[in-house]
Nanobody, 119 residues
Framework: QVQLVESGGGLVQAGGSLRLSCAASRSILSINAMGWYRQAPGKQRELVATITGGGSTNYADSVKGRFTISRDIAKNTVYLQMNSLKPEDTAVYYC?????????????WGQGTQVTVSS
């Protein structure tokens, strides 16, 4: 199992920056992939960015060039640096950890952190 604790959300003006942090309860090298998802009011949860245990990254088209996912292995922490924020980035952001046991994936989620971008 994995416990995830997020921090770093808040209110920012359009064009501003925020950095989200997600601290895991175990070595992130033992986790197949970690990522950030977001859910805006009335919308489905969507992928923002992921990073594999090997360090490969993937981004949603809507955030490419503006957001960067990274990790600090020593701190078991994954970050999401968000630059050039837009009002449409407003959502609750969730940290995710995915573990594969055989062919079955197990997903673990943080409690979520609110990001609000004002115009």
């Amino acid at each position: 199992q994995v416990q995830l604790v997020e921090s770093g959300g808040g209110l920012v003006q359009a064009g501003g920056s925020l950095r989200l942090s997600c601290a895991a309860s175990r070595s992130i090298l033992s986790i197949n992939a970690m990522g950030w998802y977001r859910q805006a009011p009335g919308k489905q949860r969507e992928l923002v960015a992921t990073i594999t245990g090997g360090g490969s990254t993937n981004y949603a088209d809507s955030v490419k060039g503006r957001f960067t996912i990274s990790r600090d292995i020593a701190k078991n922490t994954v970050y999401l640096q968000m630059n050039s924020l837009k009002p449409e980035d407003t959502a609750v952001y969730y940290c995710n950890a995915r573990l594969w046991v055989g062919v079955r994936p197990y997903d673990y989620w943080g409690q979520g952190t609110q990001v609000t971008v004002s115009s």
